[in-house]
Every structure is written in C-alpha cells, then in structure tokens.
C-alpha cells in the first residue's frame, strides 16, 4: 500500500471548492467534496490508475478526473504519492503553481 500525502495546497483547493458550492447549497459542496476524497482513497491500493497529466512531459505527474475537478498527483516513490491540487478543468492548469 502507497502512502497518499495531501499538499497544503490541494488541502485549500478542497476547502474552497467547498466554500464556492456552499454559496448555493451546503449539501451539494459536502457530497462534492466527499466525491473527491473518495476518489483518492484509490490511490493507495492503485497509484497508476490516473493517467498522465498532458499538460506536462513526465509521467510522474497524474491526474483522476472527478466531475469537473482534476485531481492531479505526483509519484514521488514506490511508497508515496502527493495530492498537488483539485483543479477545475476549465481553469488553466499550466499556469498554476503547484510545487
């Protein structure tokens, strides 16, 4: 089993997508946010089933789709992976700063 690490930042990222949901409906932002920790748990038992992320040339960085949202990660070793950020697919990815 791989050890799943959050970043600081992917934690805010879920905080505000919360918080940007909330505005019309607190029960809609706690099943979204569930969906996207849910989906992580994956991870542990099966780090490569995100595909690569195409925005970027190694195949270290990778992505599980959730909805709308991006939930991009790094291999950092056989026994860790890092959450980098929860990113809206409509939103650019190449222009945010993630390590």
């Known amino acids: 089993m791989v050890q799943v690490k959050w970043a600081q930042l992917a934690k805010d990222d879920l905080k505000e997508i919360?918080?940007?949901i909330a505005r019309d409906s607190v029960k809609f932002a706690k099943i979204q946010t569930l969906k996207i920790r849910d989906k992580s748990k994956i991870l542990a038992k099966h780090p490569l089933f995100g595909k690569p992320v195409p925005e970027y040339?190694?195949?270290r960085y990778r992505e599980l789709i959730e909805g709308r949202y991006r939930i991009?990660?790094?291999l950092v070793n056989e026994t860790r992976?890092?959450?980098l950020t929860i990113h809206h697919s409509a939103k650019n990815l190449v222009e945010r700063k993630m390590e």
């Open 81 to 83: 992976i890092d959450i």
């Open 72 to 74: 991009i990660y790094k």
């Open 18 to 20: 919360y918080f940007y």
């Open 57 to 59: 040339r190694d195949n």
